[in-house]
């Protein structure tokens, strides 16, 4: 027996996929806000928020990929073969950005020392001993990393317009809730 791939994303791939860009856009935003904050209890809450959005943002992700591992997407559009190519290779990278980007910014808590308990309730173990020389690294490639899943991001939703507004082929309906 075949199994063909649906010709567009079902409700749980819908549901990670929007809950995961809320997340990510909102974490990048209010990690660029914080950055340069004076120390403050604003600056604290919104330091735990951002945690507490990454580590929501590793578990969607470690979800989200169980649930693709399991669930044939849609198959590829009509478009020229670089193109195919492009976007396999961009959600390749998107996938690794969603573990790494958490990643290096809780290994680069621990270093600092800084526990994080998520939602206030949940203490996490650290990722690696406290180490100043450490966090410096770790911060610089949680930043370097964030930027990059941010620039792939932007290309991905450039890629999606384009295939809307010029190519007009249904690729974006094909993740948008309520649309055929």
């Known amino acids: 027996m075949t199994s063909t791939a649906p010709s567009r994303y079902g409700a749980v791939a819908m549901a990670f996929h929007w809950l995961l860009a809320l997340a990510i856009v909102g974490a990048f935003s209010v990690g660029l806000y914080m950055a340069d904050l004076p120390f403050s209890l604003t600056r604290v809450k919104l330091y735990n928020w951002h945690k507490w959005t990454g580590v929501t943002i590793l578990l969607l992700s ?57 939602f206030g309730v949940i203490p996490l173990p650290d990722f690696v001993p406290k180490d100043e020389a450490l966090a410096e690294t770790l911060k610089a490639a949680h930043k370097f990393l964030a930027f990059g899943l941010a620039a792939l991001v932007l290309a991905h939703v450039g890629a999606a317009l384009k295939h809307h507004f010029i190519d007009r082929d249904g690729l974006l309906q094909r993740m948008l809730p309520g649309t055929r």
């Open 62 to 118: 470690a979800l989200r990929l169980l649930w693709r591992l399991g669930h044939k997407p849609p198959a590829d559009l009509p478009m020229p073969a670089w193109q195919a190519r492009a976007a396999h290779l961009t959600h390749g990278l998107l996938y690794l950005l969603f573990f790494a980007v958490p990643l290096a910014g809780w290994a680069y808590s621990s270093a600092k020392g800084f526990p994080i308990v998520w």
